[in-house]
């Protein structure tokens, strides 16, 4: 584990003039780590590799881009990305992934008791998914962009020049940024959705009250999830580096959970 420049406690307290103001409960985001999986032996068989180490030029490219395009201000966003960012800060992949279910299963005309299936192990998949990232999370401690690009001076790395004024287009949660939460539990669902439904041809519509002006359309479930890794990205509240790796996290546990878990009679996969 490499140290940071700065304290971590930068995740989730108020420090300094262009501080993260937490709302959110810091203790129960931490305690998320120990809930008991329902589809997984153990979270920590799900640990992944340490993110990009700071002096590098993959930190680098990963700090550039979420300084250029994550920011309030950004004038480098389209706007079919900062929608995709206002719509998935106020979606959960859990609002998201049974609305995508429901549609998909009506369009297939599936079982009762397939359906029922199908949304056991995708909710399984995504739980636990998040308690694999959470235990990630503090395993690496990694800061949020919002706090590294205040402090770029600082980090020994030339390519990333500060910017002391950065706020970002969403709010920063406030607990560590590597994996990314959406980005795994997301993934986690996908993966057993395609398995179950297959990858294509399907006819999604996803919609919140919350923003009531944004409308997403998709064919696929990888469409979803690009969409959300660039929303967490366009947002401000994460590097690329960490929406990778909530992907792979979450397709590790996905493909887990759908394997060993409410296994159809005569089901070889």
Known sequence: MQDLPLPLLNHFCKIGPHSIDCSMD???SFQWQNVTPFGIPSAGDFLLGPPPALASNKYAKTYNEVMTVGG?????????RANVALFY???SPTQVFNQALEQVA???GRSLSENARALALVNMAMNDSLVASFLNKYHYNWWRPETAIH???ADGNPKTDPDPSFVPLVATPCFPSYPSNHGSASNGAAETLQRIYGEGWHFITLSNPAVPGIVLQYTTFQQITDDISD???YGGIHFRTDQVAGERLGKAIGKAVYKNNLRRMRDDD
């Open 231 to 233: 929303a967490r990205v």
């Open 106 to 108: 009506q369009e297939q």
């Open 89 to 91: 800060a106020a979606s």
């Open 26 to 28: 810091f203790l129960g």
């Open 151 to 153: 402090a770029g001076d």
């Open 72 to 80: 309030v201000d950004s004038t480098e966003r389209p706007q079919d």
